[in-house]
């Protein structure tokens, strides 16, 4: 089992932050271009909802289209959520979204459990391929939401 782990301040409420994330229209907003993320599913709510399924084509390598599906399992609004995958690219995944009130706006926190699939050929491809690709989509995402709502 694998961790990713990144935080990020933002200058704005907690019910905005909320209000934002828990949009699952949002995920194309701050998801880089070049992972060719498409929405599969045939209507998104404005909010999650625990059971919530989200399926989408993303193209992480390559240009190669892969099926992800997630359910939203556990939410306590405006504080956190998680998101699993139910089929798709990993063998686990698991990730939990943490936001906190501070004196400066908002710490957003992620939490990401992973596993490839492929036993140790697929544990080959973390340190070499998935951990830097993680770390340049949550730079993105960090630079997005930036943009958005401007830096601390």
Same mark, same amino acid.
């Given at each position: 089992?694998?961790?990713f782990h990144?935080?990020?301040?933002?200058?704005v %409420?907690?019910?905005? =932050?909320? =209000?934002f994330?828990?949009? @699952? +229209?949002?995920l194309?907003v701050?998801?880089?271009? %070049?992972m060719g993320f498409?929405?599969t599913?045939?209507a998104?709510?404005e909010?999650?909802? @625990?059971?919530?399924? /989200?399926?989408? +084509?993303?193209?992480?390598? #390559?240009?190669?289209?892969?099926?992800w599906?997630?359910?939203i399992t556990h /939410?306590?609004?405006?504080f956190? #959520?998680v998101?699993?995958?139910? #089929?798709?690219?990993? =063998?686990?995944?698991h990730?939990?979204?943490?936001?906190?009130?501070?004196?400066r706006?908002?710490e957003?926190?992620?939490?990401?459990h992973f596993?490839?699939?492929?036993?140790?050929a697929?544990?080959?491809?973390?340190p070499? /391929?998935v951990?830097p690709k993680?770390?340049? /989509?949550?730079e993105?995402r960090?630079?997005?939401?930036?943009?958005? #709502?401007? %830096?601390?």
């Open positions: 089992m694998r961790e990144c935080q990020q301040q933002l200058p %409420s907690l019910e905005k =932050a909320w =209000a994330l828990s949009d @699952p +229209r949002n194309k701050i998801t880089p271009p %070049s498409e929405v599913s045939s998104l709510p909010n999650i909802y @625990p059971g919530l399924i /989200i399926s989408y +084509r993303v193209r992480p390598l #390559f240009g190669v289209p892969l099926n599906v997630t359910e /939410i306590n609004e405006p956190y #959520f998101d699993e995958q139910r #089929f798709g690219p990993y =063998a686990f995944w990730h939990k979204h943490f936001l906190r009130e501070t004196e706006g908002v957003m926190e992620d939490l990401v596993k490839m699939p492929g036993g140790k697929g544990d080959l491809l973390v070499l /391929i951990l993680l770390r340049r /989509i949550f993105f960090r630079e997005k939401l930036e943009t958005l #709502f401007g %830096s601390p």
